[in-house]
Structures are given as structure tokens and as C-alpha cells.
């Protein structure tokens, strides 16, 4: 009887590893997240930054995997880009350097200066914008619409996002400003909805927690993570034998690394030459660059989505050399779609694996409760034999 209840426990254990990696499988880039969505409109799929002569450009882009016409539900979200021009970046540490562009010396006290809010039309269109902090908005150039989606990875090849391109003349900002930090975001009648600020930081299943957070409280809830993922691997590794795919688990997608203790912004600095992790240009292929630092998920899924070789490290279409540099969007290839949920059914999933979690933890509890009194057992007749 005992070796079954282990098997069992066994293979119940597994197939929790075996749900809970589905959701991390198909995550990609900032595209998947954050997870649970209503829709895929107000989804961000990325950030860039990069200087073209006197000039500071911003994208920022939304819904991802877009294959209809519009319209689209665009209205009800406003889109913005937050910039701090007044947090201490150092570049001391290489490690950082190689993986953030910089260390940020005090990450409570990141606060944007600038503000770029943009709202749009349905027809993906812009309706009005704001700019708050700037020493002047003359000859800011906007260019919104549907677009080629400029990520180098071919589950996105084919696909459209839609895309808010904001050109800024140099001296919109100080004249000595050599440090900026950057995020986007999207609010829903003032209610945060999303984030994004380093490339392939929030997508990654630790990260989720951050998406509904201002920066300068990304570090405490960081730490929260990291001291609840912890319980719970150890938790499941004193179980044993039969623990150990669910630790292992853990470990390899929500526990927190000794290297994550940053605000997800996105850090660019004048100076060192432009490219990620130093803001971020159109042509970065972000998958290779961060998998050389640690996070090597997208580069698997890159050669797992595709049976093309080598892996393709430029984009399917080619980008303008100017103003509004994505390239032109795909034609469209199914009619738009309205009324789908997708975050109701990944929430039921998720409230599912909350279920079988709790579930485990009971059984594993109760196998934890059984050696212990075996142990006590074996001791009192040990006790009374002598």
C-alpha cells in the first residue's frame, strides 16, 4: 500500500511539472505577457530606444500576433512612455552592464520626469497625445498604425502589432543628459493593465508579478517572490524522492535568481554606442543577446518553432531606414474577432492548477506526517526492546 501511495504521489507530482511548464513554453518575448488577458490589445510586446542623428526615437508596441483588420478596441487604454532623467546610474559592474546596461543605485526612487501618453481610434489611428515634462514639444514627429512586428522570432514571422512611433528632437531634453531610464505602460481608466521595460524580463514566468507595479516597487515584490518560491522548494524537497520534479520545477521557472534584483526599466545611456542592452534597436537580436546572459528559454523555442537553418537573426520583413522605420504590416488573414476571452480560460486554468497545487501540498504533508510517526514509532520500541 505504501509503495503505491508513492507512485502515485509520483506521477501526480509530474503532472503538475508537465501543466505548469505549458504556460511557460509559450511565452515569448514581452508577447505573452502578461498572461492573463481579456484581450491581446492592451498587451505590450515591446520597448525601444535609439538615437538617429539629433534625434531620440520611442516605440512602443501592443497586441501581438495580429493577423485581422480593425477594428480594434483601442479606445478604452491609454498608452504612455515614462522616462527618468534624474536617477544615479552606475556602470561599474560588468555583470550588470552586460545583462541590465547599468546598475541603478537607488531603485525606490525611480520617478519619470517625462511622460508620453497616446491614445488611439479603433482604426489604430491617433486620437490625442500628452507630453508632460519636456522642455518643449515642437517637432516631435507620431507616427500610430498597424505594422510589421519587429521581433526576430519566427512564432511572430507573418504577424502585425500595432505601434506608436515618437521621434523627439535632442533638445527636448537637458543638454547634459547623458542617463535615461524608460517604461511603458497601459491604463485602463487610471488601473494599471501592463508593463514593459527591459526586453524578455516580464514575460519570463518569475516576472509576472511586476506587470501592475511602478518600478520603484518592483524590488520589494521581487524579494517577496524570492522568499515564497523558496518555501515552497523546500517544502516539496524535504518530501523526498517523490518532491523532486516539483522542486525542480520551481527552480527553473519562478524561482528568483541572485542576478534579478532590478526594477524592470530599461536603462540607455549616451555614453557607449547604442544596442541592447543599451536601450534597444530594431535590429537587436534580443533572443541571442540574452540568452548569452542566462535567459536561454526563447532561444530553444527559436529552433523549436521552426525546422529553418540556421536560425534566422534578422527580421522577416526589412525595416525603413527612416522615420517610421517598421516595416510595412502583413495583409490580413482572418477577419477581426471580438468577444473571445482568452484570460477566462487561462484564469480558469490557472485557478485549476491552484487546485491540484494545494492538493500535492496536502499529500505531500501528510507523507512528511507519516515519516515523522513512523519515525516516532520505531523510536518507542526501540526504547522499550532496550
Not at 265 to 293: A, F, K
Amino acid at each position: 500500500m505504501r509503495k503505491r501511495s508513492r507512485v502515485l504521489l509520483f506521477l501526480a507530482l509530474a503532472l503538475a511539472s508537465a501543466v505548469v511548464l505549458v504556460p511557460g513554453a509559450a511565452r515569448a518575448s514581452d508577447h505573452a505577457d502578461p498572461l492573463i488577458l481579456a484581450d491581446l490589445t492592451p498587451g505590450l510586446t515591446g520597448l525601444f530606444l535609439f538615437p538617429d542623428g539629433d534625434r531620440m526615437v520611442f516605440i512602443l508596441g501592443t497586441h501581438r500576433a495580429l493577423r485581422a483588420d480593425g477594428p480594434y478596441d483601442l479606445e478604452p487604454y491609454e498608452f504612455a512612455i515614462h522616462v527618468d532623467l534624474d536617477s544615479r546610474i552606475s556602470f561599474t559592474d560588468a555583470e550588470d552592464r552586460a545583462r541590465y546596461g547599468g546598475t541603478i543605485v537607488d531603485p525606490a526612487g525611480i520617478d519619470p520626469e517625462v511622460t508620453m501618453a497616446f491614445r488611439l481610434n479603433d482604426d489604430a489611428t491617433l486620437h490625442e497625445q500628452r507630453f508632460e515634462g519636456l522642455r518643449s514639444a515642437n517637432g516631435i514627429r507620431i507616427e500610430t498604425g498597424v505594422f510589421d512586428d519587429p521581433f526576430i522570432f519566427p512564432r511572430f514571422f507573418g504577424t502585425n502589432i500595432i505601434a506608436i512611433v515618437v521621434s523627439v528632437p535632442r533638445t527636448a531634453f537637458p543638454a547634459n543628459q547623458r542617463d535615461w531610464l524608460l517604461w511603458g505602460t497601459t491604463t485602463e481608466d487610471g488601473e494599471l493593465v501592463d508593463h514593459v521595460g527591459r526586453s524578455n524580463r516580464t514575460q519570463l514566468a518569475r516576472f509576472d508579478i511586476l506587470n501592475t507595479l511602478a518600478p520603484s516597487e518592483h524590488l520589494p515584490k521581487i524579494q517577496q517572490a524570492h522568499d515564497f518560491w523558496e518555501r515552497k522548494a523546500n517544502f516539496f524537497d524535504q518530501i523526498g524522492t517523490y518532491g523532486q520534479p516539483v522542486k525542480s520545477l520551481i527552480n527553473a521557472m519562478f524561482a528568483i535568481r541572485h542576478y534579478d534584483s532590478l526594477p524592470d526599466v530599461m536603462i540607455y545611456t549616451s555614453r557607449y554606442p547604442s544596442g541592447y542592452p543599451n536601450g534597444r534597436r530594431l535590429e537587436d537580436d534580443v533572443v541571442l543577446l540574452t540568452c548569452q546572459v542566462g535567459e536561454c528559454l526563447l532561444m530553444e523555442a527559436a529552433f523549436t518553432d521552426t525546422e529553418e537553418w540556421p536560425r534566422q537573426t534578422v527580421n522577416d520583413k526589412e525595416f525603413l531606414s527612416g522615420f517610421p522605420y517598421l516595416a510595412e504590416p502583413w495583409p490580413a488573414k482572418e477577419p477581426a474577432r471580438k468577444g473571445f476571452r482568452w484570460g477566462l480560460w487561462i484564469t480558469i486554468f490557472l485557478i485549476l492548477l491552484v487546485i491540484l497545487l494545494f492538493i500535492l501540498s496536502i499529500v505531500g504533508f501528510l507523507c512528511l506526517f507519516r515519516k515523522w510517526r513512523d519515525r516516532r514509532r520505531t523510536g518507542k520500541v526501540a526504547a522499550t526492546t532496550a
